[in-house]
């Protein structure tokens, strides 16, 4: 895989495309299967390689990065943009460079004994064009995770950023043209149009990141060129609060994982399960883990804002929608009368007593709104979140108890926390993905390494080999081989 090192000014735009249309795309991806074909796969020097220059060029737009990503939110704290973004990529880098010889090693496989002199293995091979498309809540690390893995398995990659944050994707795409030449990794920028198109694509593999419903749109458009997919959606995501498990330590982490990105977060809690005895100690240690996390208020510099105005304007449709169906809401945390002051702002909000029917139970909010329902018993809990799709994430804060094992062995969801939020996802160890509604397949670890493969089937014959006496004309020697491989004699008829 060639490389470019030579440094890129800002202020021009690269070798990358602002805007591609159909034609366009096919012809960049022609190139990265051409040269994929005509080079073949790297090695593990080349591999690690690439990575060490893509850490060091993302070290040195640590700065440029979060400037961007603030200006297209509004305003994001610079230290969410380092802890959230910034330092999963550089993770996962390491990660990946200290595990590759092993994860590219052939895997030996048993033989079973009629086969006994020959050799299996798996080897797994790159795919070839990887095509990411990457959503605008986490508009760096989710482009960069994919690609990192992407890199590591020997493949090349062809990104497609968000639409909504235009001048993170453009702080990218000046960054990786630095790097890497165009047919080894190429950035598209463009909107929707652009976005369609590239679904279309026929590439080795996809990598889908956002809503549930566009991963619909691009499973059914990669299905015209039987695309294989990884697809990381969202939904709902439930943190069960065990009875008499309400305190500072368990509320303080369910309100930093409602609360980072301004609730925009795929992996957030959507919605807590509280025992009904515990409801009102959870509101108070919910307002109190709240103003401790932002004792500025909603207009200061380290809580987020809302992306745009449409997914602000939607977030209070969710709102009205439950107040005027008789939920209480609660505003919490310092302040909340000052979020008007910035545009794009919402307060963080409590929902009580929704019903089944709300706006806010039924759609994925990605927001700072965190509706609470009460239970009984924890068989009532689990019963309500099996009534549901699938989630991306579980959360269980108490004792690790029947209760506890119960809702684990019973409940199914792409990854799980227990007593934290979000922290699954920075085990680089963990796969990651969802189930059915919120996400086919996973990245990370392992499972990332392997879905961005082809594993490899190899069998190597001996030169002495028993199904070799399974060949016509059949004498009694294939009498005597069935009897070895069935473990006993056929009836002579």
Not at 286 to 304: E, K, V, W
Not at 342 to 355: F, H, K, M, N, S
């Amino acid at each position: 895989m060639s490389a470019k090192t030579d440094p890129l000014p800002a202020d021009r735009p690269g070798n990358f495309e602002s805007f591609a249309g159909q034609h366009e795309l096919s012809a960049i991806l022609d190139r990265q299967r051409a040269a994929f074909l005509a080079n073949g796969p790297p090695d593990a020097r080349q591999r690690k390689d690439n990575l060490a220059r893509l850490r060091a060029a993302v070290l040195a737009q640590r700065s440029e990065l979060a400037d961007a990503i603030n200006a297209d939110f509004g305003s994001r704290s610079r230290y969410e943009t380092e802890i959230m973004e910034v330092v999963p990529v550089i993770q996962a880098i390491d990660y990946y460079r200290k595990k590759l010889r092993r994860f590219m090693k052939p895997e030996r496989r048993h033989v079973a004994l009629p086969y006994r002199f020959g050799r299996a293995y798996v080897e797994l091979q790159p795919k070839g064009v990887i095509g990411i498309m990457a959503p605008w809540n986490y508009p760096f690390s989710l482009v960069m995770v994919p690609l990192i893995t992407a890199l590591a398995a020997g493949n090349r990659a062809m990104i497609k950023p968000s639409e909504l944050t235009p001048r993170t994707g453009e702080v990218i795409g000046r960054m990786l043209a630095a790097v890497f030449a165009p047919e080894d990794v190429a950035v598209v920028l463009g909107g929707a149009e652009v976005g369609a198109a590239f679904s279309e694509l026929a590439f080795d593999h996809i990598l889908f990141t956002g809503s549930t419903q566009v991963g619909r749109k691009v499973m059914r458009a990669a299905s015209e060129n039987l695309v294989p997919l990884t697809l990381e959606l969202g939904g709902k995501s439930p943190a069960v609060i065990a009875r008499g498990a309400v305190n500072r330590q368990t509320v303080s982490s369910v309100a930093f994982g409602k609360l980072a990105n301004g609730g925009q977060t795929c992996v957030a809690p959507d919605y807590a399960l509280v025992h009904a005895n515990d409801l009102d100690a959870f509101i108070a240690a919910f307002s109190d883990a709240a103003a401790h996390l932002y004792p500025g208020g909603p207009d200061n510099r380290d809580y987020a804002s809302i992306i745009n105005e449409r997914h602000f304007e939607r977030l209070h449709r969710l709102l009205d929608d439950a107040r005027t169906r008789g939920a209480r809401l609660i505003e919490i945390g310092v302040g909340p009368n000052r979020a008007p002051k910035r545009p794009y702002t919402i307060v963080p909000t409590l929902v009580i007593g929704a019903d089944d029917n709300t706006g806010v139970m039924t759609e994925e909010i990605f927001g700072p709104i965190l509706p609470v329902r009460t239970y009984q018993t924890m068989d009532e809990a689990i019963a309500y979140i099996n009534a549901r799709p699938r989630p991306l994430a579980l959360y269980y804060f108490g004792e690790r108890n029947a209760d506890c094992a119960k809702l684990l062995k019973r409940t199914t969801s792409g990854n799980v926390g227990i007593n934290n939020t979000l922290l699954h996802v920075a085990i680089d160890d963990l796969p990651f993905g969802g189930v059915g509604p919120s996400g086919m397949g996973a990245y990370h670890g392992i499972e990332g390494f392997r879905s961005m493969s082809h594993a490899k089937g190899v069998f190597i014959q001996a030169r002495w080999n028993l199904p070799g006496l399974l060949r016509p004309p059949y004498r009694k020697v294939a009498d005597l081989a069935i009897s070895l491989i069935l473990g006993k004699r056929r009836a002579s008829k």
